[in-house]
């Protein structure tokens, strides 16, 4: 059976790989590790963490997947990418059935495992033409600010970049959850809006499409969600899918086109 590292170990070594010189630079002359008061300074949304064990099955998948090559489209996120398969399979077979796509979507992920992911076998085998991007809800469960959560956002694109150089980036907007005026719905409207800025229309091509989900009040369009208001029901994959296939359409031959960067 594959070993994976402890929590702590990957902690520490995300920790060093991400804070680099700025970790060392606060330890002593003699190298020694960074203490937990110095661990604790920084961001856990930029820290590679590994995904849950009872999703580790579905990761080495994933790794086996990279490994084959042969995907032209990568989808990346948490439970609301991954549900293509489910509440979006109808949707997703529709609209991606007849092309070279990979979901590399894990119910409950953060940034910080996405990250350690794609560390540890998804970013590596293969060369997507095309990253389709949603990730950092599930953070907002957590303490992290929404500066850190933007911060791992960041991280995640950062870790796209150096893993697949020829790529072409679209990075979505966290979508809408809870009720119109919820602190949690102002909380990903700020994240999104910190987010927008990593849009270069080079590589990264940030999208918001969470308004096609709302009505006028902004409440979730009958059907569009679950219940819980988190997540899209099968109408939500398809107003989604709607809202998406002409800007990767048009990503997909900007990546095709010699001259492009």
């Given at each position: ?141 957590s303490t992290n600010t929404d500066g850190q959560i933007a911060e791992g956002v ?108």
């Amino acid at each position: 059976m594959k070993k994976y590292p402890s929590f702590s170990t990957a902690v520490l070594a995300g920790l060093l790989a991400w804070a680099g010189t700025t970790v060392l630079a606060q330890t002593s002359p003699m190298g020694d590790l960074p203490t937990a008061e110095q661990i604790a300074k920084f961001n856990p949304a930029v820290i590679p963490t590994p995904t849950r064990p009872s999703q580790i099955s579905m990761h080495d998948s994933f790794v086996a997947l990279a490994k084959k090559g042969d995907i032209d489209m990568l989808f990346l996120g948490d439970s609301i990418t991954d549900w293509w398969r489910s509440n979006g399979k109808e949707v997703f077979d529709k609209n991606y059935g007849d092309k070279k796509v990979a979901n590399f979507g894990i119910a409950g992920e953060t940034t910080q495992q996405v990250l350690w992911r794609l560390q540890n076998g998804e970013g590596a085998g293969f060369q997507p033409k095309l990253v389709m991007l949603m990730i950092g809800t599930n953070n907002l469960a957590s303490t992290n600010t929404d500066g850190q959560i933007a911060e791992g956002v960041t991280a995640v694109v950062g870790e796209l970049r150096k893993d697949f150089p020829a790529a072409k980036i679209l990075l979505l907007g966290i979508f809408p959850r809870g009720g119109a005026g919820e602190m949690v719905r102002v909380r990903v409207a700020n994240i999104n809006q910190m987010i927008a800025k990593l849009n270069d229309l080079d590589h990264v091509f940030y999208l918001d499409i969470g308004n096609k989900f709302l009505d006028e009040k902004g409440d979730f369009l009958p059907d569009a969600f679950l219940s819980d208001r988190l997540h899209p029901a099968a109408k939500g994959y398809a107003i989604w899918a709607d809202a998406v296939r002409e800007p990767l359409a048009n990503l997909m031959k900007l990546a095709q086109t010699p001259s492009s960067k």
